[in-house]
């Protein structure tokens, strides 16, 4: 029966990690990671989510199954985080968030309502951007195309060429946005950048999807929401697929959301219940466990502050890294500006090293990166640094 079925092709971060671990030189560094290393080189537990995990064990509470768009409490914490807690659209009546597995389980839920719902079927995505947004809307039965947003020349935003590719995409296309800490650039919008792309989506008539998955990773919890308020604020219906796997450090857990403003209140209802169809031919129902510990804590003002504590030390501690990687690149002699490592935000850089550079660092020095430059800076600690940068400088150099 299976004999036609194919090898597929590897994961070439998975692959990464596989040579990593081959590895046996002691000094080896991991960059090509897409997961937040305490100081310690370890994912933490943030504290938050212990005190959290303990009130629930001490409740023993029963398992039973949870409503297909899961824990209201939870529910409405997301749209508070997204939002601002004294946003008006969230008594409105248009808003629909249903819990999901990740945010990548909310970017399935999206594709597959706008899919069988609307008929979409084109979606762009940014160039580059994570791999397994084309993947996914792939899977779900679309056509992927691409805008341009990187500009190697600046290591910065090519606006003028984003707008164009937006505007020139058939009318009603679905638009994927990364609303901050852009995976894998870390290179991120203005504010003014983002009202020339809504301007452009309005006129388009385009259905703006937003993915949020590094909130609080770029400046706080408030500034990362911008383009996601800005959205909201022009008018638009809007799909955000949101999650806490970097920000509360539940990568196993999967505990994401995918919220939905409509147009008018009229449309909330008949939206939910085809979105829960989704759901329920999915997987029918989300899981209690990572979205009870998220919905504890945001909901209790000691623990969202002790939370928004923590989230602003890996915050810091990850641009304290980008500040030290660009002085001791200089210090090792890179002639180069490297400042845009800097001006990058979020978990990642798109260090500008070339593919053969990139196997150099793997081969000579044991620090592996993504192929494509893409460089983990939250894997970074005071540990390795000096061993990164100075190999960095030398293959730049040669
Ligand atoms: N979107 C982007 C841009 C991401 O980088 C990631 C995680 N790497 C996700 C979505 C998915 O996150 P999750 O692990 O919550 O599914």
């Known amino acids: 029966l299976f004999s036609a079925v194919e090898l597929a092709p590897r994961d070439p971060i998975l692959g990464l990690n596989e040579a990593f671990n081959a590895d046996t030189r002691p000094n080896k560094v991991n960059l090509g990671v897409g997961v937040y290393y305490d100081e310690a080189g370890k994912v933490p537990l943030l504290k938050a989510v212990a005190a959290a995990e303990e009130a629930l064990v001490a409740e023993h509470a029963a398992r039973t199954y949870l409503p297909m768009e899961g824990i209201a409490a939870y529910d409405a914490a997301v749209q508070r985080l997204l939002f601002g807690q004294d946003s008006p659209l969230l008594d409105s009546g248009r808003l629909v968030t249903a819990q999901s597995l990740g945010g990548t389980g909310a970017l399935k839920l999206g594709a597959d309502f706008l899919h069988r719902q609307l008929g979409k079927s084109l979606v762009a995505i940014s160039d580059p951007s994570w791999e397994n947004?084309?993947?996914?809307?792939?899977?779900?039965?679309?056509?992927?195309?691409t805008y341009p947003y990187y500009?190697?020349?600046?290591?910065?935003?090519?606006?003028?060429?984003?707008?164009?590719?937006?505007?020139?995409?058939?009318?009603?296309?679905?638009?994927?946005?990364?609303?901050?800490?852009?995976?894998?650039?870390?290179?991120?919008?203005?504010?003014?950048?983002?009202?020339?792309?809504?301007?452009?989506?309005?006129?388009?008539?385009?259905?703006?999807?937003?993915?949020?998955?590094?909130?609080?990773?770029?400046?706080?919890?408030?500034?990362?929401?911008?383009?996601?308020?800005?959205?909201?604020?022009?008018?638009?219906?809007?799909?955000?697929?949101?999650?806490?796997?970097?920000?509360?450090?539940?990568?196993?857990?999967?505990?994401?959301a995918l919220t939905i403003l409509t147009g008018e209140r009229d449309e909330t209802a008949p939206v939910l219940s085809q979105l829960k169809r989704v759901i329920r031919t999915n997987y029918s129902n989300p899981p209690i466990h990572g979205a009870k510990v998220v919905a504890r804590v945001l909901n209790d003002a000691h623990l969202y502050a002790l939370w928004e504590d923590e989230l602003a030390g890996m915050r810091v501690r990850i641009k304290a890294m980008r500040q030290a990687m660009v002085e001791q690149l200089q210090a090792a002699g890179v002639s180069r500006d490297m400042g845009f490592i800097q001006r990058q935000r979020g978990m990642f850089s798109y260090s500008g090293l070339s593919a053969d550079q990139v196997a150099r660092l793997a081969s000579e020095y044991g620090i592996y990166a993504v192929s494509s430059g893409r460089i983990c800076v939250a894997a970074l600690n005071q540990g390795n640094i000096a061993a990164v940068t100075t190999a960095i400088a030398a293959v730049l150099r040669d």
């Open 133 to 145: 947004h084309r993947a996914l809307f792939e899977a779900a039965g679309y056509e992927v195309v």
């Open 151 to 256: 500009d190697p020349a600046t290591h910065g935003l090519n606006l003028d060429g984003m707008l164009a590719g937006i505007e020139a995409l058939p009318e009603g296309s679905v638009v994927l946005l990364h609303a901050c800490c852009h995976n894998p650039t870390g290179v991120d919008l203005s504010l003014a950048d983002w009202a020339r792309v809504i301007d452009v989506i309005q006129r388009r008539q385009h259905v703006p999807f937003l993915d949020i998955a590094y909130q609080g990773f770029g400046e706080n919890l408030q500034d990362d929401a911008v383009a996601v308020r800005l959205f909201a604020e022009s008018g638009l219906p809007l799909l955000i697929a949101s999650s806490f796997s970097k920000s509360f450090s539940l990568y196993g857990e999967r505990v994401g």
